[in-house]
């Protein structure tokens, strides 16, 4: 049986350059573009790893990842974050960050980062890629609107 991971952001063509990426190292992939709808997935059929995408500056990836992080503790997560998140004032404005995510990808990013922690995250069960799908850039088209918004502990 493969492993299953499940990619939550709003910009569809990310999530499908993620899977069929990951398909290729023979990881089963599920994406999923609205916020509350991803919570409730991994929450009814928890997968070996999450990638949240962080696409608004309403913090709305930041909020599922720490939603997740409440109920299901031990779940490994990466976030993607679009470019120059990382430098930016926007990164302090969200509590405790460094604690929720266990890996941070900047947009574009390169796909052996991302492997590397699925390798991780699923017991170095992966075989090997090719040098060239390691290589591989993801995201670079950039970031995409958000399609659901932070109320409370709710998302929308």
Do not use: W
């Not at 990619?7 to 290729?24: K, N, P, T, W, Y």
């Not at 170095?124 to 290589?135: T, Y």
């Amino acid at each position: 049986m493969a492993a299953r991971i499940v990619v939550i952001d709003s910009d569809l063509e990310f999530g499908e350059q993620v899977a069929e990426l990951c398909q290729r190292l023979g990881v089963e992939v599920e994406t999923i573009a609205d916020g509350n709808e991803g919570v409730q997935l991994v929450q009814l059929d928890p997968p070996a790893a999450v990638v949240i995408g962080v696409l608004d500056d309403r913090g709305a990836g930041y909020a599922l990842c720490s939603k997740l992080r409440r109920r299901l503790p031990d779940l490994p997560v990466a976030m993607v974050l679009a470019p120059d998140e990382l430098d930016s004032d926007r990164l302090e404005r969200h509590q405790s960050l460094r604690t929720h995510a266990d890996l941070y990808l900047e947009r574009p990013f390169r796909m052996r980062r991302l492997f590397n922690f699925l390798n991780e995250s699923l017991g170095e069960r992966l075989a090997a890629p090719s040098e060239s799908l390691l290589d591989t850039m993801i995201g670079g088209q950039g970031p995409s609107a958000a399609s659901f918004e932070v109320v409370g502990d709710v998302i929308e």
